[in-house]
């Protein structure tokens, strides 16, 4: 039977871009929060600029803002974080995935939201509170895509967007400072690092006590590789280093956790909505068409290209050019 959920006092903070008006959940467990406020955006959301806040560091830490500012200001005994577009389901029912390991979704209207879970706040803390953190599936990376080559481990998936996300060399740093700053895990990052599954997407719930630890070991590191980082030619992608070493440190983290120590986890499907504005009936209709159209074509197109072919190789190649230089 669903138990109450003011029980319990359950917080996901769903970080929402200042630019997008997406469409909110209607459940009270979940709380929108500005990333970015600090730029502007609609004044009716809560932004994270209020308090002890790094809200202005946006462009270079992300939805980190949010979960920052949830931590210095607000009191919870469950934390969550979830992006504007990815979502944990919390139905039972189980999804195909992609090769990224997410769940793929049009567009987040209310039949979806049904669908996976996300408006009945009772049933949500029922499935929350026996656990002491909730979080994605792992995506195996041999499945991955990825701008070159093929990866078996997690420390190959990150280098093969040397260039594109980050310079490489920032792995080491962030193994370096792990050692300096956060010992306790060291070990543990150079497992997850030759490991052959992805923890990542920065979407979670947990109790207050790991929540603490989670930014107690990401903020010190991302704020000194971001002091130590020149920046001079990057492109907006790569300005992004810090939020992405703090997913490598968020992938570190339940690794450690999960294998480590004795917390009782609930890993649950990520889902991925390609539409999280408010849209009418026609392009609803024709999201779906389109994509349904692009599963199709590249369920098609696998047996032409298949993973780590040359065909294929020669094809990213030409695909992350094009971006890369739209990117600039």
């Known amino acids: 039977m669903p138990m109450p959920c003011n029980r319990y006092n359950i917080k996901i903070f769903v970080s929402r871009r200042i630019d997008v008006n997406s469409v909110a959940v209607d459940n009270p467990l979940y709380i929108p929060a500005r990333c970015g406020a600090f730029f502007g955006g609609d004044t009716a959301v809560q932004g994270d600029d209020a308090g002890d806040n790094i809200s202005q560091k946006r462009n270079s830490f992300c939805e980190f803002t949010v979960q920052y500012w949830a931590w210095k200001n607000v009191a919870a005994d469950y934390y969550?974080?979830?992006?504007?577009?990815?979502?944990l389901s919390f139905s039972?029912?189980?999804y195909r995935r992609d090769d990224h390991g997410l769940v793929p979704c049009a567009a987040l209207t209310p039949s979806a939201m049904r669908r996976f879970g996300l408006l009945d706040a009772e049933t949500m803390a029922a499935k929350i509170v026996p656990y002491d953190l909730v979080v994605p599936q792992p995506a195996p990376i041999e499945k991955m895509p990825l701008p070159q080559g093929r990866a078996k481990t997690v420390r190959q998936l990150w280098e093969a967007h040397d260039g594109i996300f980050f310079e490489k060399e920032v792995i080491d740093r962030t193994l370096l400072l792990i050692d300096e700053l956060a010992p306790e895990y060291s070990s543990s990052a150079r497992e997850y690092?030759?490991?052959?599954?992805?923890?990542?997407?920065?979407?979670?719930?947990?109790?207050?006590?790991?929540?603490?630890?989670?930014?107690r070991l990401q903020f010190p590191i991302m704020e000194t590789i971001e002091r130590e980082l020149d920046t001079t030619g990057y492109t907006d992608e790569m300005r992004r280093t810090p939020a992405y070493v703090g997913e490598m440190l968020f992938g570190v983290f339940l690794h450690h956790v999960i294998n480590h120590e004795f917390w009782r986890v609930s890993q649950r499907q990520l889902v991925l909505f390609e539409e999280t504005r408010k849209i009418n009936r026609l392009t609803l209709a024709r999201r779906y068409i389109s994509f349904?159209?692009?599963?199709?074509?590249?369920?098609?197109a696998k047996p032409f290209f298949p993973l780590g072919s040359k065909r294929r190789e020669a094809c990213k190649a030409v695909y992350y050019r094009l971006t890369k230089a739209r990117r600039k």
């Not at 990542?200 to 929540?211: D, H, P």
């Not at 349904?292 to 098609?300: C, V």
């Open 92 to 94: 039972e029912r189980k």
């Open 292 to 300: 349904g159209l692009e599963r199709m074509i590249k369920i098609a």
């Open 80 to 87: 969550g974080l979830c992006h504007y577009r990815r979502y």
């Open 193 to 215: 690092f030759a490991s052959g599954f992805h923890r990542g997407y920065n979407c979670y719930v947990m109790r207050r006590e790991l929540f603490d630890r989670l930014c």
